[in-house]
C-alpha cells in the first residue's frame, strides 16, 4: 500500500529524491495500515541535526482508545549524518525544501520517500502540462497505427 503525494510533480522540480525510516507509535501504523493518512501539506525541516517531518495528518485509530496519537505531531525521520548534512547544504541554498512524495512499506517497515525540490513558477507548471499533453498525442498516433 503507497500514499502518494499527487501534488508534488506539478508545484515543484524534484533534484534529488531520499528514502527515510520514520518514527512512529503503534497506533499511528495501524491507522496508515488501514490508509488513513494524509501528506498533501507536509514538508521536512533539520532541527538539532535531526530531520523532522511536520503537517503529516494521520487519523486517529479507531480502537486505540487512551493510547491514540496526537494528530499532525512533528515526526522524526531517521537518516544517516551523512545524508543530513548533504541535506542541510541543499537548503542553504535559496529557493530549496524537503517535500515527501511517498509513504510505502518495506519489508514490513514503514518509509518516507521525499525529495529536495525548487519550486515551479506559473509559466513552469503550464509548460509541464503542455509537454505531458503532447507525450499523450504522440503515443494514442503510435496506439492507432
Known amino acids: 500500500m503507497e500514499i502518494l503525494n499527487r501534488k508534488v510533480r506539478h508545484d515543484y522540480f524534484i533534484d534529488e529524491v531520499y528514502e527515510a525510516g520514520i518514527v512512529l507509535t503503534g497506533t499511528e501504523v495501524k491507522s496508515i495500515r488501514v490508509g488513513n ?12 541535526k535531526e530531520v523532522y517531518l511536520l503537517n503529516m495528518y494521520i487519523s486517529p485509530y479507531k480502537e486505540g482508545n487512551i493510547f491514540n496519537h496526537e494528530e499532525t505531531r512533528d515526526r522524526k525521520l531517521l ?9 542541510e547544504k541543499f537548503i542553504e541554498m535559496k529557493g530549496y525544501t524537503l517535500i515527501p512524495i511517498k ?16 519550486g515551479k513558477k506559473s509559466y513552469d507548471k503550464r509548460q509541464t502540462i503542455k509537454e505531458r499533453d503532447i507525450q499523450r498525442e504522440v503515443s494514442k498516433k503510435l496506439k492507432d497505427y
Open 79 to 87: 537518516l544517516h549524518k551523512k545524508e543530513i548534512a548533504k541535506l
Open 37 to 48: 493518512c494524509n501528506i498533501r501539506d507536509c514538508y521536512c525541516i533539520i532541527r538539532n
Open 103 to 118: 509513504l510505502y512499506f518495506k519489508d514490513n517497515r514503514l518509509k518516507v520517500s521525499f525529495g529536495v525540490c525548487r
